[in-house]
């Protein structure tokens, strides 16, 4: 786990983040859940990767100079069969400086942000909050510092405006907080094993629904380089 | 480091008085030391001479005996060699009142004097601060003592990065009958912070909460400090400046968006059982609710109400709803049960739902019988009561026999009493007697919602 993550944090050292397929696998790695996934190198990949898994399934661009995906159209959901995935997959793989179109199943519920940053005065906190792509409109989150204890976890669910969203609003499942604590925790867990080397991590959106709590898209924007103290 | 000398010392130094300036900080601070305390004080200044018929001491050196404190009010590029007579001749800590240092762009200064502190395990307050006020033992603000509004020595210890807010709470402490314990203003809080004086008062069995006023951390202060206050089993009360969100730089992620720097202090402060005050009548409202009441019994608070005014306890019910409070209705048995105890002229006119309105015909027996009904009951954690002096029925005990009452019953009773000098026995009635009293509605139901948002406390 450390080797791998030692191996991941370098070669991103470069463009000051780590690409999502790679987050995907640091985050699975710590125990979080994330959507089943294939780094698809053609067409054909993705398709036989969707077929295996299902449709509907997602399709994003992975490059080292597209930090928001959104500004390119870099995010499409709903793929429901092989022609709209590979006329999906051609599109986004030639963007600039692609290395591949990240492939996943669809899983859908709740979108929570979850994420973290390096504070100045306390150090290592975690972020949780009503997420998706509002999640700046609302600034409706709560924050811990890490380690988050088990006690933690329902007073932030229950600090959250929103936090009726949780329960089944209108009719809709509620989420599985046991699910969601084992995510939380898991990830106070990650953050602080990571010491002083990040800057801020976002996990948006994490899908929460009734029997799973899962990351689908992640970011870690990494500390200056050694060396060179932050302001 | 040890800063127990500092506070309780029997002989303080004040270095830097003037033979002919007796309104210098050195001066005055001598004076009300010397006259209205029970430390002994020793006037410094190396050219000598006599004030007010005392010898002043060239040196630190020269005074006889360990001395527990210095009181530093010299220029600040004399400060360096000043503390270095105190550490030469053993003196047991100092508070710097003087400034110029990194509030002035000399932090270079500043550091010099804090590594040889360190070194020397010389404990010292500032620079740049008023010091300590503890009552009836040391007062080291330079401010004429007629000019101060002291407030009677109590359980609440104060914290202050800023002289000038420690001295308007002093004030407000005065007002509403606040006993203070200890008020310390650190100012630049060079070397000895926040942390220091949270875990020595945790220590203190005469400091019931521990209050501060703070401006901001350092690098990983905070962390140290929510940690020592999660583990000091007092109640913390805290108060931030600072708090508007900055002119916000693009930042690349929305975490670091969102969890801007008061936002992260606010979370941490509240995942930690500090209480944290959004203004300063919030500050002064929980410093008096902890100050009687050591945390919440469990959990939620759901409030039983009663008063004298419909009118009073609508918005009493407004406040509570505001504030996150909880007033539960009481059902058709509760209701007449509670109408069986009160006197058969207001029977047929209370409200009885909670709040509990008595009506202007209410007597005596009737607020006690209300009280004695709601305390009982398992659905209520604590009580509200709204007196209003001008009720013909009642009378000028009937504060103390509440508060009697609320100890019996063993749940934690607020109150309100419109401040006025004529019915000031029915406020003190609360007051003396444990119970926190507020001159607005608005206040006692913020008083209450310290006790909801307190972890538990040891006792």
């Known amino acids: 786990m450390q080797e791998m993550r030692d191996d991941i944090f370098e070669k991103s050292a470069a463009q000051g983040w780590v690409l999502e397929p790679d987050c995907l696998q640091l985050l699975a790695a710590a125990g979080l859940d994330v959507p089943r996934h294939r780094l698809a190198a053609s067409a054909a990949e993705a398709v036989a990767f969707a077929e295996a898994t299902g449709y509907p399934v997602v399709a994003k661009v992975v490059s080292p100079l597209v930090v928001h995906k959104t500004e390119v159209r870099g995010v499409v959901t709903g793929l429901g069969d092989a022609g709209a995935l590979t006329r999906t997959f051609e599109r986004l793989a030639a963007v600039e400086g692609s290395v591949g179109v990240l492939v996943e199943e669809t899983v859908t519920g709740v979108e929570l942000i979850v994420g973290a940053k390096h504070d100045e005065q306390f150090g290592p906190v975690v972020l949780l909050g009503i997420g998706g792509t509002g999640v700046e409109l609302y600034k409706d989150t709560v924050i811990g510092m890490a380690p988050l204890a088990a006690a933690d976890v329902p007073a932030m669910l229950d600090g959250l405006r929103g936090r009726r969203l949780l329960d089944g609003f209108r009719g809709a499942e509620p989420v599985n907080r046991e699910a969601l604590a084992a995510l939380l925790l898991g990830f106070s867990g990650f953050v602080l094993g990571l010491g002083d080397r990040f800057e801020s991590i976002d996990c948006n959106p994490v899908l929460c629904n009734g029997h799973r709590a899962v990351v689908a898209d992640a970011r870690i924007m990494l500390a200056a380089t050694t060396g060179t103290k932050q302001k | ?459």
């Open chain 2, 1 to 459: 480091m040890d800063i127990a000398s500092l506070l309780h010392p029997k002989k303080m130094a004040v270095i830097g008085v003037s033979r002919s300036n007796d309104l210098h900080p050195a001066n005055v601070i001598f004076v009300k030391n010397q006259l209205r305390y029970p430390v002994q004080v020793f006037p410094v200044n190396p050219k000598g001479g006599e004030l007010l018929g005392e010898r002043i001491y060239r040196s630190v050196g020269e005074i006889e005996g360990p001395v527990d404190l210095a009181l530093v009010a010299v220029r600040a590029e004399q400060v360096e060699a000043v503390l270095e007579d105190c550490i030469a001749a053993g003196v047991g800590g100092a508070v710097v009142i003087s400034g110029g240092f990194a509030e002035s762009g000399e932090a270079g200064l500043q550091e010099r004097i804090v590594r040889r502190a360190r070194q020397a395990n010389f404990p010292f307050i500032g620079p740049n601060c008023l010091g300590i006020y503890s009552p009836g033992l040391l007062d080291t603000f330079f401010l004429p003592s007629e000019r101060m509004v002291r407030p009677e020595a109590g359980n609440v210890a104060l914290v202050s990065q800023s002289g000038g807010f420690l001295v308007d709470m002093l004030v407000k402490f005065a007002e509403e009958g606040v006993g203070l314990r200890l008020g310390v203003s650190i100012g630049n809080k060079a070397l000895i912070r926040e942390t220091d004086f949270l875990r020595h008062l945790a220590e203190d069995p005469a400091t019931a909460v521990i209050a501060f006023y703070v401006e901001g951390f350092g690098s990983g202060e905070g962390r140290e400090f929510v940690l020592a206050a999660r583990d000091c089993g007092k109640p913390v009360v805290i108060l931030k400046a600072g708090t508007t969100p900055g002119g916000s730089r693009a930042v690349a992620s929305h975490t670091a968006s969102l969890a801007g720097d008061y936002a992260v202090f606010s979370g941490v402060m509240a995942q930690h059982g500090v209480v944290e005050a959004r203004d300063e009548y919030e500050f002064i409202a929980f410093c008096e609710a902890l100050s009687c009441y050591h945390g919440a019994p469990s959990g939620g608070l759901r409030l039983g109400i009663v008063s004298g005014s419909g009118g009073h306890g609508a918005l009493a019910v407004d406040a509570c709803s505001r504030q996150g409070l909880e007033v539960p209705v009481f059902d058709e048995t509760t209701r007449a049960a509670i109408r069986a105890r009160l006197s058969p002229s207001i029977q047929g006119i209370a409200g009885l739902g909670n709040p509990i309105d008595l009506t202007g015909s209410a007597l005596e027996e009737d607020f006690v019988a209300a009280v004695e009904a709601m305390g009982a009951l398992d659905g209520i954690d604590a009580l509200l009561v709204l007196l209003l002096p001008y009720l013909p029925g009642i009378s000028a005990d009937l504060s103390a026999r509440l508060s009697r009452l609320a100890r019996r019953i063993g749940k934690p009773l607020f109150a309100y009493v419109p401040h006025i000098e004529k019915f000031r026995m029915l406020m003190e009635g609360f007051e003396l007697n444990n119970v926190p009293v507020s001159s607005s509605i608005d206040g006692a139901v913020r008083m209450a919602r310290a006790i909801a948002r307190c972890r538990p406390c040891r006792k």
